[in-house]
């Protein structure tokens, strides 16, 4: 069993950066494509960041792309989204996922381990 779990969230003002981090427990993290899916109030789950085991490649919603970035480390058994220029509709809860599959058009499948989320508020 994988267990994830994320932190870095809080609250900013517009413009401004956080970095979320998302730990895995577990030998086989480094096998895994990993995402990050955001929920605000009243909407669905969606999709915003993924990467390869590798960190080779990776894939963003356009909402987001120049803005964030998704990155891992391995070693460390983690992966990061740093988030830059934040809009007051990035207001969400964020959810690392883990053991997607992804293809090479870059739609991401999520994978069967959720972390418990971390909130992050954008203020105006």
């Known amino acids: 069993q994988v267990q994830l779990v994320e932190s870095g969230g809080g609250l900013v003002q517009a413009g401004g950066s956080l970095r979320l981090s998302c730990v895995a427990s577990?030998?086989?993290?480094?096998?895994?494509?990993m995402g990050w899916f955001r929920q605000a109030p009243g909407k669905e789950r969606e999709f915003v960041a993924a990467i390869t085991w590798s960190g080779y490649r990776a894939y963003y919603v356009d909402s987001v792309k120049g803005r964030f970035t998704i990155s891992r480390d391995n070693a460390k058994n983690t992966a990061y989204l740093q988030m830059n220029s934040l809009k007051p509709e990035d207001t969400a809860v964020y959810y690392c996922?883990?053991?997607?599959?992804?293809?090479?058009?870059?739609?991401?499948?999520?994978?069967?381990?959720w972390g418990q989320g971390t909130q992050v508020t954008v203020s105006s």
């Open positions: 577990g030998r086989t993290f480094s096998s895994y494509v």
């Open positions: 996922n883990g053991n997607g599959a992804l293809d090479r058009s870059g739609m991401y499948g999520a994978g069967p381990y």
